[in-house]
């Protein structure tokens, strides 16, 4: 399998390529969250549009969708966990 340097997408599908076609790896793992983007996000689109180019040309190759914590990214760069808390306040205040 390979790993994806993402969410650094063209290095991601160098990388990619590279396993693939010189390695002989059998597949890509992805995780559910790379910096507060998700799988589904179109900074993606490069990844997704190198892989589905190689499955219409027999490409048979298996993704692996890892999960991670889920974060989101605040405005000043920082990053959080997403996932409930006790107190909704003291999750995103330093005060």
């Not at 002989?24 to 992805?30: D, E, S």
Request: proline share 6%.
């Amino acid at each position: 399998m390979a790993v994806t340097p993402l969410p650094f997408v063209e290095e991601a599908v160098t990388e990619v390529k590279y396993a693939l076609e010189e390695l002989g790896a059998v597949g890509v793992g992805v995780l559910t969250n790379h910096e507060g983007l998700y799988p589904g996000d179109d900074g993606f689109d490069g990844l997704w549009s190198y892989l589905q180019a190689k499955a219409e040309t027999g490409g048979r190759e298996v993704i692996l969708v890892h999960p991670t914590e889920p974060v989101i990214k605040l405005d000043d760069g920082r990053f959080v966990n997403s996932r409930p808390c006790k107190s909704f306040q003291s999750c995103f205040c330093t005060t």
